[in-house]
């Protein structure tokens, strides 16, 4: 089973968690990978409206083929509020919960969410980049934090989001003309490593497939989930 350190407890309110983010944001380490990755891992969560029941999902690639090698997803409860900016807080426990489950332990995992491109620079891909110990990146649908200039319409084209002055990520092309995904490290990768990788995980769709692999298997969880007995 696939295994992570313990970084902090999780039980504290939203003043305290913004606290520790400024602690834990000194932790971070932006560097090139170390060695190539040959695995990697999208990770998701999905919630109801209104309820607080959280469904977790992982899915492991390899990396050449696209080929999905292992899922699990997990149903639990969440306990932290809903705050903009701490949702590490409200969805890291059930996601590490799934990552326990893991049989393999990928080289590399790839965050619905953002990394350093956040107020505080510890979106959900940094955060659990500690928890995990491994190089971590998020691949965000909206913007969180940082400004841009539009890339250009063709798949692979990308403009720097700037932040306070610095480069916290990227938009980037990853499909002819369709929105842009952001792209933020984490941990343990830095910013070209990340959109390399995003763009080897292409399988016809805006989204990567690791995280759009993720994403659908959270929402059959819910599905099944919700399913009458």
Same mark, same amino acid.
Request: overall charge positive; proline content about 8%; aromatic content about 8%.
């Given at each position: 089973?696939?295994?992570?350190?313990?970084?902090?407890?999780?039980d504290m309110s939203p003043a305290e968690a913004v606290a520790l983010q400024q602690e834990l944001r000194e932790l971070i380490?932006? /560097? !090139?990978?170390?060695?190539?990755?040959?695995?990697?891992?999208?990770?998701?969560?999905?919630?109801? @409206?209104?309820?607080?029941?959280?469904?977790?999902?992982? &899915?492991?690639?390899?990396?050449?083929?696209?080929?999905?090698?292992?899922?699990?997803?997990?149903?639990?409860?969440?306990?932290?509020?809903?705050v903009p900016g701490l949702l590490t807080f409200r969805e890291g426990p059930a996601l590490l919960a799934a990552w326990e /489950?893991? @049989?393999?332990? !990928?080289?590399?995992?790839?965050?619905?969410?953002?990394?350093?491109?956040?107020?505080?620079?510890?979106?959900?891909?940094?955060?659990?980049?500690?928890?995990?110990?491994?190089?971590?990146?998020?691949?965000?649908?909206?913007?969180?934090?940082?400004?841009?200039?539009?890339?250009?319409?063709?798949?692979?084209?990308?403009?720097?989001?700037?932040?306070?002055?610095?480069?916290?990520?990227?938009?980037?092309?990853?499909?002819?003309?369709?929105? *842009?995904?952001?792209i933020s490290p984490g941990y343990l990768i830095d910013l070209p490593g990340a959109l390399d990788l995003t763009l080897r995980?292409?399988?016809?769709?805006?989204? *990567?497939?690791?995280?759009?692999?993720?994403?659908?298997? &959270?929402?059959?969880?819910?599905?099944?989930?919700?399913?009458?007995?």
């Open positions: 089973m696939a295994t992570h350190h313990t970084l902090h407890p999780w380490q932006i /560097q !090139p990978l170390t060695q190539p990755a040959t695995t990697i891992a999208g990770c998701d969560i999905s919630f109801n @409206k209104f309820e607080e029941t959280v469904y977790a999902g992982i &899915v492991v690639l390899r990396l050449d083929t696209l080929e999905t090698i292992e899922e699990v997803g997990v149903v639990s409860t969440a306990t932290f509020p809903y /489950q893991l @049989k393999i332990e !990928p080289d590399v995992v790839m965050f619905d969410g953002h990394g350093i491109a956040h107020p505080r620079r510890m979106g959900i891909a940094a955060h659990m980049g500690l928890w995990l110990h491994r190089p971590t990146f998020g691949c965000g649908k909206s913007v969180l934090a940082g400004r841009f200039e539009e890339p250009a319409p063709t798949r692979g084209s990308w403009e720097p989001m700037i932040h306070r002055s610095a480069t916290v990520g990227a938009a980037l092309r990853t499909k002819d003309k369709v929105n *842009p995904v952001f995980c292409h399988g016809g769709y805006r989204l *990567p497939e690791p995280t759009r692999r993720a994403h659908l298997l &959270v929402n059959a969880l819910r599905r099944e989930h919700l399913a009458p007995s």
